[in-house]
């Protein structure tokens, strides 16, 4: 499994928030107000995602106490982030698109709440993509010990192509 990219992430942001854009222009008069309830749950999974990252890397590194980390708890938390980061890019893609439309009417009450509501929200995805990508780094299995004091002659040292 590969690392996510971080332009992946962009490109996705950069589709919803043009989506998100385009169909806030056609339907905005009907639309209700922008939800608030996605700042803390954002902001909330940031936090313990970056918990989790610098517990994972403390005990990967040989740190923590206890019983080691199993490997399938680790390749949950792989996904976990992978998910996170793709969801984050998503919301803060379609808040982004909705924050670009409403700075046209920011001297108007409701819009310039939604405005101030949509700039929060973008700024939690971006700390939830941030938090993710920091798990997921966490996650990787560390390198292994050099072998400086076993002994040289044990090894082979021929090669297939010479």
């Not at 918990?51 to 080691?68: E, H, Q, S, T």
């Not at 792989?78 to 998503?90: D, E, F, I, T």
Request: glycine letters at 6%; hydrophobic letters at 50%.
């Amino acid at each position: 499994m590969q690392m996510t990219r971080p332009g992946t992430l962009a490109g996705i942001f950069a589709i919803c928030a043009v989506a998100a854009w385009l169909a806030v222009r056609e339907t905005f008069t009907s639309l209700p107000l922008f939800p608030v309830s996605t700042i803390p749950v954002l902001a909330a999974l940031a936090v313990g995602e970056t918990f989790v990252a610098r517990y994972v890397r403390n005990r990967l590194a040989g740190r923590g106490a206890g019983k080691p980390l199993a490997p399938i708890a680790v390749a949950r938390l792989v996904a976990l982030a992978k998910a996170s980061s793709a969801a984050a890019a998503v919301i803060g893609g379609l808040s982004a698109g909705f924050l670009v439309y409403m700075l046209g009417s920011l001297d108007k009450t409701i819009p310039a709440r939604d405005a101030r509501v949509a700039g929060i929200t973008v700024a939690c995805a971006a700390a939830l993509t941030a938090a993710a990508l920091y798990l997921e780094r966490c996650c990787r299995a560390p390198k292994p010990p050099d072998d400086d004091d076993d002994d040289k002659s044990y090894f082979d040292t021929w090669s297939w192509h010479q």
